[in-house]
């Protein structure tokens, strides 16, 4: 029997692909994301929440375009869960890329596009009302008690947004509540009971983190978003590995290289592609028009990236044998991959060997771990 998955509470939590409407208010840190899942039989029905629209029936077609949701879901589930530490502990260098933030994501069903805003009302009982799709570990939200499924009501005693509008429009809500307050006081609905729940406001590195829909094995940076796209997310072998690649991203935006080597718009522009759910993927043929890095940029945001690693307490020992892996088995001749964009890497591992040593060093006499 073919299986979709539905919102219940206690599942496993999901981060689906951000696409047309991701909710851009500071609170978020990130992507929007989908329920919680569990596997449900085709036959069942998702049960209709008071004041929202009882689901139609599941045909054929929104049970696959579901399938494809969940799969994108499990993989940016991932990525939030290795950014998380990298975010949460590095806020000290973040500098001017800080922000309040509150530690959750939210979503409706109108945050999926055309024919995946049905599939999403009826495989994942979305409605018209915001409700928390995911709270980030060490939070604010988290230590608060804030759950997947709560249905967002009021923030700050103001009535939030509903409807086609509410993901671009929270923010508007959001954002000046949280410059004035250390502390906001939420209204949700929780299993048809409302209650208020006071979450404290966190400071934490305001990067958006990013799952590409495509295969290439590369990685995006714009300045304020870090992207692995879902064929890298394939190639890491490990959580150490993938939360180098995120920290590297974050480094050459902490560094300001995408403005002084003029590639945020390009690259901006392809990270607003792939986040779809069927991307332009003839945006990737030959380089994308982005230029390589030179050896001195990259050897800069990998001495900065190993530090936001450790600090995150994940192992950098891997960090070096991971670059001569991906080089082996993606070298810069293939054009839409990461060692294309980053080619230097005999000069990057030398360098990336001699921090590591650094950070052991640091690390072994308990010193701060400061670049």
């Given at each position: 029997m073919q299986h979709i998955h539905a919102l219940r509470r206690g599942a496993t939590m999901s981060y689906a692909l951000a696409t047309l409407s991701t909710i851009s208010f500071s609170l978020l840190l990130g992507a929007c994301s989908t329920p919680p899942v569990r596997p449900q039989a085709a036959t069942e029905r998702p049960t209709a929440t008071a004041g929202e629209t009882p689901a139609p029936a599941l045909t054929p077609q929104m049970a696959q375009d579901a399938e494809l949701l969940n799969r994108m879901?499990?993989?940016?589930?991932?990525?939030?869960?290795?950014?998380?530490?990298?975010?949460?502990?590095?806020?000290?260098?973040?500098?001017?890329?800080?922000?309040?933030?509150?530690?959750?994501?939210a979503k409706n069903r109108y945050s999926y596009p055309g024919d995946y805003n049905e599939a999403a009302h009826v495989a994942f009982g979305m409605g018209e009302?915001?409700?928390?799709?995911?709270?980030?570990?060490?939070?604010?939200?988290?230590?608060?008690?804030?759950?997947?499924?709560?249905?967002?009501?009021?923030?700050?005693?103001?009535?939030?947004?509903?409807?086609?509008n509410a993901p671009s429009t929270a923010g508007g809500v959001f954002g000046p509540l949280l410059t004035a307050t250390t502390s906001l006081p939420i209204g949700i609905e929780r299993d048809g009971d409302k209650r208020s729940?006071?979450?404290?406001?966190?400071?934490a590195c305001g990067f958006g983190i990013e799952l590409g829909n495509a295969d290439n094995v590369n990685a995006y940076n714009d300045g304020s978003r870090v992207m692995v796209t879902r064929g890298m997310l394939a190639f890491v072998r490990s959580d150490d590995e993938l939360a180098y690649l995120l920290a590297t991203g974050m480094a050459h935006s902490l560094l300001g290289h995408p403005a002084s080597q003029r590639y945020a718009g390009t690259v901006g522009g392809i990270i607003?592609?792939?986040v779809k759910v069927e991307p332009d993927t003839s945006m990737l043929i030959?380089?994308?028009g982005i230029k390589a890095m030179s050896a001195d940029t990259d050897i800069a945001a990998d001495r900065l990236a190993l530090y936001l690693t450790a600090r995150a307490g994940y192992d950098i020992d891997g960090a070096a044998p991971f670059w001569k892996r991906l080089a082996a088995n993606y070298p810069a001749t293939v054009l839409n991959g990461f060692v294309a964009n980053h080619p230097a890497t005999p000069a990057r591992v030398a360098a990336m060997e001699k921090t590591t040593a650094e950070i052991k060093s640091k690390q072994s006499t308990k010193k701060t771990l400061m670049p």
């Open positions: 879901a499990s993989q940016l589930d991932r990525l939030y869960r290795v950014a998380a530490p990298l975010l949460i502990n590095n806020v000290d260098l973040c500098k001017a890329q800080a922000r309040n933030l509150l530690g959750f994501t009302h915001l409700q928390v799709t995911g709270v980030l570990a060490g939070s604010g939200a988290a230590q608060a008690g804030l759950q997947r499924g709560d249905r967002l009501l009021t923030a700050g005693g103001k009535k939030l947004p509903t409807g086609a729940i006071t979450v404290p406001v966190t400071r607003d592609n792939l030959g380089s994308g």
